[in-house]
């Protein structure tokens, strides 16, 4: 089946003809009846065929006429080609790969050979014109193809802007490594499937050289639809995984002298070829670079970033390929670290919130092992954070895991009964090794997450588990838990008090959890210090 032709492109092209041709050959028409018919004099003048009248080509003076058709032909190539090149050129210095996808693209091709073809055809009508001898088809024809020559240059000036656009680079070059994605992955062909790993990784690198121009140029909006050009590339190919032949996922010589892998050591590169993700490892890792160099320039992507990468992993939940989530925990991972490096907590904090997410739908899909894997990489940055005295990515760890455990104890899915209650272990380990440290206002903060978790449990009968957090907290002084109440109380609005992206605020309990306060503090009291 055919293709139909977009709407905005037979716009882009034939409206703007069909006007400028209208109103052209409106006005000619109207001026030549008129001299025909009335002021033109000579033989013809006020009757005969003015259509006959015009083709009545005289040899002696038609020459001059068709050297000026050939000649104008000409000057509209060069106008034509002047602008292109400077435009190219231009895009070229921000953008590398521009001028191969110009050259490579069938409508700028097509463009350039009717212009020569034209001027050829009209060097040779030129000299075919005698004293006794006019080619009227081959002169009528030529009119003609200058007149659409001179038609489309302004469509193809709308036309290049609309190509050279970086929005447009970014959809071209996404679609036409989709396409060379689907036709090689599902060859069964050696030699095209090698050919077609190729131009995957080269549409990466391009997208992902357009995002660093765009971060350096503070272009937010071209970088974000580059990295969501990657993330939509990878979820394409997780759709036609499971179909494609085996030898797609071998790491060929293309591959192994790629930038991003000729320095992998042999045995990594023997664990992609056999979880077969080179491919998703490729994207991940352009995921990385970039969220290195947006990390001070333009945090925005980095969240971004976080998000398209819960997005791979949980396309690849739904088709079971669990090398592939594996593959993003370690990147969301390599993520915090970055982060924390950094010391971008708005950045930690961001990316804790996609990880949360993550581990919530694998809650979902009843995937323990994966969703207890994710917590326990969520504590050891949250202990990290601390040690580097980045206490509120402590205390959103905190928060976050406690959100998790609510989670998996309300979801009723295929995990094991027991997989809230392994969260809880966890996540009363989280300020063990900590206490004897100081920075006591990111303790108070883990100690408000795990009360606020406690009276959930209270409220859902759930209270030999409320007993478990009571007991973790034996030895705090009474006094210091009485304030870390009352503060959870005094919290009343839901909404936090600034623009946040989560916008709830961490100590927000609801009205039904906020009355079992005093149960809770009854069971403190015994077991804490007076």
Known sequence: MRRKRPKGKRRLWLVPMAILAAIALSGFIAFYLIDHFATGGGPNAGGGNPLAHYVQFDPPFITDALSGLAAMTAAVLGIVITVVSLLVQLSSERYTGVAQMFLRDRINVAVMAYFVVACVCGVFVSLSVHSNFVPRVAVIVMIIATVIGLLIMLPYFAYVFRFLEPSSLVERIAANAAHELAVGAASHDQVEIARAQSPALSAMEELTDITSNSISGKDKIIASRSVDAIKDFVLKY???????????????????????????????????????????????????????????????????????????????????????????????????????????????????????????????????????????????????????????????????????????????????????????????????????????????????????????????????????????????????????CDQLERVTSKEFWEIIDRGRNFEYMPAKHKAQLPRFFAMLAPQANV
């Open 238 to 484: 997780l759709a036609i995984k499971a179909s494609v032949d085996g030898r797609w996922f071998a790491i060929g010589e293309h591959i192994r002298d790629n930038p991003d892998f000729v320095a992998m050591d042999p045995e990594s590169l023997r664990e992609l070829e056999s979880d077969r993700t080179w491919l998703e490892w490729k994207a991940l890792r352009q995921f990385l670079g970039i969220y290195a160099e947006a990390q001070s320039g333009m945090p925005d992507i980095n969240y971004l970033i976080a998000i398209d990468t819960r997005y791979i992993a949980e396309a690849a939940l739904a088709k079971n390929d669990v090398a592939v989530v594996e593959l993003c925990f370690r990147f969301m991972n390599s993520y915090l670290r970055s982060a924390l490096n950094a010391r971008g907590v708005r950045t930690a904090y961001n990316v804790l919130n996609q990880y949360r997410l993550l581990v919530e739908t694998m809650v979902r899909a009843g995937k323990a092992e994966l969703a207890l894997e994710g917590v326990r990489h969520m504590i050891y940055y949250g202990r990290t954070g601390f040690d580097m005295q980045l206490g509120f990515v402590t205390e959103t760890v905190a928060y976050d895991v406690s959100s998790l455990c609510e989670f998996a104890h309300a979801q009723n899915t295929p995990a094991p009964h027991d997989l809230d209650d392994k969260m809880l272990s966890m996540f009363l380990e989280l300020d063990q090794p900590l206490r004897g440290k100081r920075q006591d206002s990111t303790l108070q903060g883990v100690r408000k997450a795990q009360i606020k978790l406690a009276c959930y449990y209270l409220d859902i009968g759930a209270d030999e588990r409320a007993r478990r957090i009571a007991a973790d907290m034996a030895g705090e002084e009474l006094d210091r838990l009485q304030h870390i």
